[in-house]
Nanobody, 121 residues
């Protein structure tokens, strides 16, 4: 019905930069909020950043000033620009779409399969 496809993960050294992309496809009319979450080994899933259809953003304290989330509504795509990466940023990053309108009066939540980001010291 709705699929989220992530790209841009990889392996890099501390201090480097990486940009993640997530494109939504399928049968839907609109998406209220898109965002990125991550899960490091042995840790719980945590919110990284979100952005509404109107452009309002929210960031985890640990990434403020380093990460930037943007969105292209026409392309149904959300991006995460990650700068000054640290080893603690190592995690599987998941794309999320919330408030996805699939028909009148019905909105659902969807997750991508995740992309690995590994930052070495």
């Amino acid at each position: 019905q709705v699929q989220l496809v992530e790209s841009g993960g990889g392996f890099l050294q501390a201090g480097g930069s990486l940009r993640l992309s997530c494109a939504a496809s399928g049968s839907f009319f609109s998406i209220n909020v898109m965002g990125w979450y991550r899960q490091a080994p042995g840790k719980q899933l945590e919110l990284v950043a979100t952005i509404t259809s109107g452009g309002s953003t929210n960031y985890a304290d640990s990434v403020k000033g380093r990460f930037t989330i943007t969105r292209d509504n026409a392309k149904n795509t959300v991006y995460l620009q990650m700068n000054s990466l640290k080893p603690d940023d190592t995690a599987v990053y998941y794309c999320n779409a919330d408030g996805v309108k699939v028909r009148v009066g019905v909105r659902n939540n969807y997750w991508g399969q995740g992309t690995q980001v590994t930052v070495s010291s």
